[in-house]
Structures are given as C-alpha cells and as structure tokens.
C-alpha cells in the first residue's frame, strides 16, 4: 500500500462510516462459500471501520480478526464491531502464523496492494484449498446523475482500477470467480456529502477543491427530485473468489 492514499482515510473515519454502504448479504456469502468444510477463520485485510468485518462477524462460529495500516480506522472499528481481535498490517505484510487462516477477504482495498506480493503473502496465511475473497460497492455510472456525481468528486482509484479489468492476482491462487449485484441504497443529501468527504481524493485535495466539490454537489443535488428528504443511489456490488492451489 505504498500510495498514500491508502493510509489517508482515518483523518475521515467517522465520515467513511456514515457515507459508505454496507456490503450485501448474499454477495459476501457467495465471497466465502468455496473455503473448506467447517471452515470459520477469516481475515479482514484493509478492514477500515468495519464495514465488511461485521457482515462477517454475525455469521454462526466465525472466527473474525481485522487488519488495517492506519490506526485510526481501526479504532472506529473497535467502537462499530466490539470484540473482534484487530491488528496493524498490510496484505503485503499480515502479523499472523503461516496457514493460520480458512480465507482472507479485502473489501474497498485490493486496488491498493502489490498484487503479486499480497497473493503470495496470502498465501502463506492461508492453508491448502483456502479462499480470498475481494469485493467493492461501486456507484452505479450507467445513471445520469450518478455519472455527474463521479465527475465533480473525481473517479476513485477503485473505480479506475475496475474500469480497466479484473484485478490481478497471482500465485498460490488460481484464477478468479465473478459475480456482481445490482441495488441502491437511500441516502440524504448529508450522506451524499459524508459519502464524498470520505473518498481519498477528496481527503487529500487542498481546501480550495474541496470547497469546489461541496459547492457543484449542492448544485447537482438542487436539481435532483429528493422524495422526503431522501434519493436513492444505485450501486453494483463486484465480488471475486479465488481458491489457495
């Protein structure tokens, strides 16, 4: 996670909480269906406030822990799933034995990563027939409005990674499964708002853009048809599997 981007989100935990979406049910389950028999142990890697960890955590006889580089983010994660176990760490560099693990899931967070080396550091956490699992909610662009939000916010790293293909990974996984999820979630203008200011580009602008950004989103939002206070905001929700060889 050499960009620091991916280390920038903790100045911005509280809004990251508020404004990111939940992940979807049957798209985490899909994720983790192919570890072994009776498998339980799962590690959140880039875990942040929890979003993905607790989708995890309230399945029957998970055995969760969450990983993330910046401090900040997991102490709202501490606060949102209380008694997981958390740790500071990277998917390049996991502080946990070798074939420790049934599957190792990233949410929001593989477009960050060295794919070889994480792949092979995975690896070496995860035992024989194990799972990774990688997942992103991204807006859906095929919406008009939708598509100028994403111009005057600037496109995540996320979106431009996805846009260009699969992501990679590479050895002890085989090749990747796919599946998406097509829903919307209701949200206020604030949320919109907290949506954005959670985003690293909008972090790490100067303040002269991000007052631009607040400034042609109100804009936006004024000539959107919000019913009681609320739009909903389509999303895609693209998951991929792979199993450990």
Do not use: C
Not at 179 to 197: F, K
């Amino acid at each position: 996670m050499a960009d620091s981007r991916a280390t920038s989100f903790g100045a911005q935990a509280q809004d990251y909480e508020a404004g990111r979406p939940e992940y979807p049910f049957d798209a985490v389950a899909w994720m983790l269906e192919i570890m072994p028999a009776g498998a339980q142990r799962v590690a959140d890697v880039g875990a942040g406030t929890g979003k993905l960890t607790r989708a995890i955590a309230h399945a029957p006889g998970a055995q969760i822990v969450a990983i993330d580089p910046d401090p900040a983010m997991l102490a709202a994660l501490r606060e949102n799933v209380p008694g997981v176990p958390t740790f500071l760490g990277t998917a390049e560099s996991l502080p946990l034995p070798d074939d420790s693990l049934d599957a190792v899931v990233l949410g929001q967070a593989w477009h960050w990563v060295d794919p070889v080396r994480a792949s092979a550091e995975i690896g070496r956490a995860v035992r024989a027939d194990g799972a990774l699992g990688l997942i992103w909610n991204i807006r859906d662009e095929r919406v008009g409005w939708v598509r100028d939000l994403s111009r005057i916010m600037h496109r995540s790293a996320a979106e431009e990674a996805l846009a260009a293909g699969d992501p990679v990974i590479a050895a002890p996984f085989d090749t990747l499964d796919s599946e998406s999820w097509e829903w919307s979630r209701p949200m206020t203008r604030e949320q919109l708002h907290r949506m954005a200011s959670s985003r690293s580009a909008v972090i790490t602008a100067t303040p002269e853009e991000q007052e631009r950004i607040h400034r042609e989103m109100d804009a936006l939002f004024d000539d959107l048809e919000f019913t009681d206070g609320v739009i909903d905001l389509p999303y895609v929700t693209k998951a991929f599997r792979a199993r450990r060889g």
